[in-house]
């Protein structure tokens, strides 16, 4: 998508966190994962990379929690509304990724691939999108 205004702004729901993305963001993406299905309530959790040093938080830092998986990317929220904010790779925090639904308007990108598919909620089928996808992170 061309022409999206920077920064990009964002926030949780009860507007005590805010963060501002100062570049377009990267690939985005539609997890099926079981800890997505259950942190959102739904069947799955869109998110988009962003370019490393593009990322800062304008407020609320002290509401932020995380949550560090065995074996995944550890998950930040805020601690007031529980609103899924972001998520880092615990090996390299420079990898973040946005939850698209934290965005305010429009992200300025579309998700076009579908991860962790194998781990999909039996009770929503995927969609017939076109989109790749894969059982993991695409190689």
Same mark, same amino acid.
């Given at each position: 998508?061309? +022409?999206?205004?920077? =920064?990009?702004?964002?926030?949780?729901?009860?507007?005590?966190?805010?963060?501002?993305?100062?570049?377009?963001?990267?690939? /985005?993406?539609?997890?099926?994962?079981?800890?997505?299905?259950?942190?959102?309530?739904?069947?799955?959790?869109?998110? /988009?990379?962003?370019?490393?040093?593009?990322?800062?938080?304008?407020?609320?830092?002290?509401?932020?929690?995380?949550?560090? =998986?065995?074996? +995944?990317?550890?998950?930040?929220?805020? +601690?007031?509304?529980?609103?899924?904010?972001?998520?880092?790779?615990?090996?390299?925090?420079?990898?973040?990724?946005?939850?698209?639904?934290?965005?305010?308007?429009? =992200?300025?990108?579309?998700?076009?691939?579908?991860?962790?598919?194998?781990?999909? /909620?039996?009770?929503?089928?995927?969609?017939?999108?076109?989109?790749?996808?894969?059982?993991?992170? =695409?190689?």
């Amino acid at each position: 998508m061309n +022409g999206v205004q920077l =920064p990009i702004t964002g926030g949780c729901g009860c507007g005590e966190v805010r963060y501002e993305v100062t570049a377009p963001l990267g690939d /985005a993406m539609y997890c099926h994962c079981t800890r997505c299905q259950r942190r959102s309530g739904g069947s799955t959790g869109a998110a /988009a990379w962003v370019q490393p040093g593009a990322f800062r938080i304008v407020s609320g830092e002290q509401h932020l929690r995380r949550w560090s =998986p065995p074996d +995944g990317m550890v998950k930040v929220f805020c +601690g007031e509304c529980g609103s899924g904010l972001w998520a880092v790779m615990p090996d390299d925090e420079s990898r973040l990724a946005v939850r698209l639904g934290s965005v305010d308007g429009d =992200p300025g990108v579309r998700p076009t691939v579908r991860i962790f598919v194998s781990d999909a /909620a039996v009770w929503e089928a995927i969609p017939d999108d076109g989109l790749d996808r894969h059982d993991g992170f =695409p190689q």
